[in-house]
């Protein structure tokens, strides 16, 4: 069923530009060829006209008053294949050919001061034929009339070329029309199939492409031009989907297994109270409980708040002063821990959540006072277009193979295990998906001593403006 699917989508556009280009140059040809034997037809009947009023005129020249010369054989320039004179009675008194002695070509008779009148006959003599004609009336009162008393008209003929008295000429324009347009469409269709073949691929490469083989990629095409970029396009697409199914196959493992314990434990504890309800203290089992489900609760609650941050938007972001917003988190902290020196070398505005930032600052000041063996340092400052916020302490510090690590969903180090063992491990990973989610970033950098946490993130203001 899905292979029966495939071919329609490309197949059609193939058939439609065809049709279009074999539409339009069908309509184009039929115009040309229309003007073309307008044009044809038009110069024939032009050029044996010529020739005929030249003939009409070599007989009427060698005229004199009382002479009629005899037509003579007409010149071949002449294309005038009968000469006849004919009297207003419709007599003929001379001509050139004895098909025409007796009986006149045409019956159309010149008015005084037409000149030469041009015509089409088909004589019934004339087996079918038929005749371009021109007529020339002498009338007798010329003084150069060859015959006084009456009128007279001369008739020069020839037999209707074949390119006017048939349809050959429609019917070639046509056929070729109609061929180029079958051609030019063919060759649309050849052309777009094979533009199409590379789209025709990705396309299949994408269906097969499925969550459970997100390491295929699409071919790219040799050449340059849009299809390929499109093929770029999708790959860094499959790029950043393997990696998001990836981490959140990762992140679904890691949490599972975090939950699994403190709910372990708190069966184990209600287990053993209901099976030996005499030998369990049974207060020590409920707070064993309690404790379990503090604990359940908190992973759980740091579960979705890393969820809201990795899905949340900006819509709800406000302009906020961050060496206001650390001078609260600061002052939030119990009294009686490590001290904390905070210095701010300017007032930077960023835009962005208060409660997730101060989230941030929060988990920052509260690992670094418990790593820290005499005092925390917080600087609060600006650099070209970023505020910066700086958070060290004088601990054991973080080995340089784990400064990415730690960002990780569940990664604890040892000496964050035994200096807070009830910790979810999400913390870290909490805070640099808020820095990501407001434009800005969180890392671990070299210091003498302990750690250096460094969150960025874009001004509100432009650089150089302090508020206070």
């Known amino acids: ?47 044996v006209t010529d020739h005929l009023h030249m003939a009409v005129v070599d007989w009427v020249s060698r005229m004199r008053p009382g002479y ?13 294949r009968y000469l006849q004179l ?21 019956t159309v008779r010149p008015a005084p001061g037409d000149g030469m009148r041009d015509f089409t006959v088909c004589p019934s003599w004339s087996q079918g034929r038929c005749f371009l004609v021109t007529a020339l009336r002498l009338d007798a009162e010329s003084p150069d009339a060859p015959l006084r008393g009456e009128t007279h008209y001369i008739y020069a003929a020839v037999v209707e070329p074949v390119a006017l008295a048939t349809r ?16 030019g469409a063919w060759g649309t269709a050849v052309v777009v199939g094979r533009t199409l073949r590379p789209v025709r691929a990705i396309s299949s490469a994408m269906r097969e492409a499925t969550v459970k083989d997100l390491a295929m990629r699409v071919p790219v095409p040799s050449h340059d031009d ?23 196959r990762r992140f679904a493992a890691l949490a599972s297994h975090e939950l699994r314990s403190p709910v372990t434990a708190l069966r184990t504890q209600l287990e053993e109270a209901l099976m030996y309800p005499g030998e369990v203290d049974a207060h020590a089992a409920l707070a064993g409980a309690l404790h379990s489900t503090e604990r359940l609760e908190a992973i759980i609650d740091d579960l979705l708040a890393y969820t809201r941050v990795k899905n949340a938007g900006p819509a709800e972001y406000q302009p906020l002063d961050l060496a206001d917003l650390v001078e609260e988190e600061v002052a939030g902290l119990p009294g009686d821990g490590v001290p904390i020196l905070l210095r701010a070398d300017g007032r930077p505005v960023v835009r962005g959540s208060a409660v997730q930032l101060g989230r941030v600052l929060t988990n920052l000041l509260v690992n670094a006072c418990r790593h820290a063996r005499g005092r925390v340092e ?91």
């Not at 009629?68 to 005038?80: D, K, Y």
């Not at 004919?86 to 045409?106: D, F, M, T, W």
């Not at 070639?172 to 180029?180: N, R």
């Not at 299809?227 to 959140?248: C, M, P, T």
Request: glycine share 8%.
């Open 1 to 47: 069923m899905p292979s029966s699917r495939r071919r329609p989508f490309p197949c059609s556009i193939r058939m439609r530009y065809a049709l279009t280009v074999g539409a339009l140059l069908l309509a184009a040809l039929t115009a040309v060829g229309a003007l073309a034997v307008y044009g044809i037809r038009h110069r024939i009947r032009v050029d």
């Open 68 to 80: 009629i010369p005899p037509p003579r054989p007409v010149r071949p320039t002449a294309q005038a």
């Open 86 to 106: 004919v009297n207003s009675r419709g007599q003929v008194v001379a001509a050139n050919a004895p098909a025409i002695r007796s009986v006149p070509l045409s």
């Open 168 to 183: 050959y000429l429609e019917a070639g324009f046509g056929a070729a029309a109609l061929v180029a347009s079958l051609a």
């Open 226 to 248: 849009e299809i390929a970029e499109f093929a770029h396009a999708s790959n860094d697409y499959l790029d950043r989907l393997e990696k998001a199914v990836n981490a959140y």
């Open 378 to 468: 917080v600087t609060v400052g600006q650099v070209n277009d970023q505020a910066v916020v700086v958070v060290q302490d004088d601990g054991t510090g973080v080995p340089a193979e784990d400064r990415e690590r730690i960002f990780d969903p569940f990664v604890r180090l040892p000496e964050g295990l035994r200096l807070d063992p009830g910790g979810s491990g999400l913390g870290l990973a909490i805070s640099r998906e808020t820095c990501e989610a407001h434009g800005g970033s969180l890392d671990v950098e070299d210091c003498p001593v302990g750690a250096r946490f460094v969150v960025r993130l874009p001004l509100s203001e432009p650089a150089g403006v302090f508020l206070r």
